[in-house]
């Protein structure tokens, strides 16, 4: 989601699809938790595991790199369990 969009729907699809920056580093502009990927979270914050930022949460464990699978598991009220497999 391109953070230069008030609503969110009108950026391009190219932004929607590839967007990195500045995404990772700024607010978002929606009330709800924004779940992402295609983006590996060591390239965020160094490590392999789930990252849960302000508003967002990065899954890719980087697998496809030789790193780890994540899942997030998303409960009722609204808790969260992760868990990971790493690569062989």
């Known amino acids: 989601m391109n953070p230069s ?3 969110w729907k009108e950026q391009s699809a190219r932004d929607f699809l590839y967007i990195k920056e500045p995404f990772i ?12 990927g295609h ?3 060591i390239d965020i914050h160094g490590s392999a595991g789930v990252w849960f930022g302000d508003g967002k949460i990065g899954i890719d464990g980087g697998c496809a790199y030789g790193y780890q699978l994540n899942c997030l598991e998303i409960l009722a009220d609204r808790e969260m369990n992760a868990y990971h497999v790493k690569a062989d």
């Not at 580093?25 to 992402?36: M, Q, R």
């Open 25 to 36: 580093s700024a607010s978002t502009a929606v009330d709800k938790p924004v779940i992402f």
């Open 39 to 41: 983006t590996k979270t």
């Open 5 to 7: 969009y008030i609503t």
